[in-house]
């Protein structure tokens, strides 16, 4: 059944602080500068249109509407891509390309102009229009195509557009979610992309929204078992402490918070604890180190960084601004 989608002037937006006249004295958004800053210092392979940077970029750019200060990366690497995605011409429906894609969406904030995002609306039309629901093989698949898909559908009240990638999240949900442990397959870094995606597309939906609800499910479902995941030490990780999946499943929770879909007094203390543990990963320089490989089972070591880490930091860290008294 057809779900119309009511939309209320991007009511849900992905980035919910508005944009910033100058920086908020706050020692969230201090170490948020700090740590994009950090990144594209030392960072490595900052240049590549690939999933990872697109991350960093995303979450770039919620770092500058939440503090209103800049590093001027963000436009010039949009910009340097010429707004297309790094598609596979083999496979052009893969979910990665489409990471690309959010970090545009992102930027359009700043830069509206029309042929920003037109490849990657292209692109998600012409893979609705094929009737298929099984491009999505992963569960980290909620992460680099829903939160695009959701957007767009938002903004152009595309309602197919909405229709398709909930068709696909079934789909995805049938063949990789454990209904009785609310975990999704691989480790629990995969989790984390699963429920970082979701609480992107629940931020970004209306709150009336049928969809938005079934998200809102899920979400609380993960979010009860991954809560009791949580090491001693306030990280989560399949083999040790993970950066990344800390990140992600901490910026899961504070914007389920946000967004009135999750308990405040039940999850609010696994966020603090979750970035009071991102903290120590942090070097002297502000750079994050602990990040677990994507989806790997090897452990991390302190001097495993990764641009998608930090850009899960940076969304973590603005969902946290609202939920920090003095912020």
Known sequence: MRTPLFVVALAG???IAPAAAQAVPCAVTDVMIKASAAWVTKGTDLKANNWSNANFHTGNIAQVRTTGISNHKTWPWVQANKYLLPLDPANPYAPDPQA???AYLAVSFFHPEP???QPLRDNLRAQ???GKYDYWKSPDALTMSLPSFTEVAVRDLDQDLLDYSYRSYRSLKKRTFNE???LWSLNVQTNGWAVQGLAKAILALPKDNPYRADYAKTLRKSAHTLRYLQRHDGFWGATGKDSAATAMITYAFAAGINAGVLDKDTYLPHVRKGWQALQTALDADGLLGWTAARNSWKPA????SAGFAVGSFLLAGQQLVPLTPGC
């Open 180 to 182: 009785l442990t609310g």
């Open 100 to 102: 690309s894609g959010e």
């Open 128 to 130: 609705a229009k094929t």
């Open 13 to 15: 937006s992905l980035l």
């Open 301 to 304: 070591s302190a001097g495993d």
């Open 115 to 117: 042929e920003v995002l």
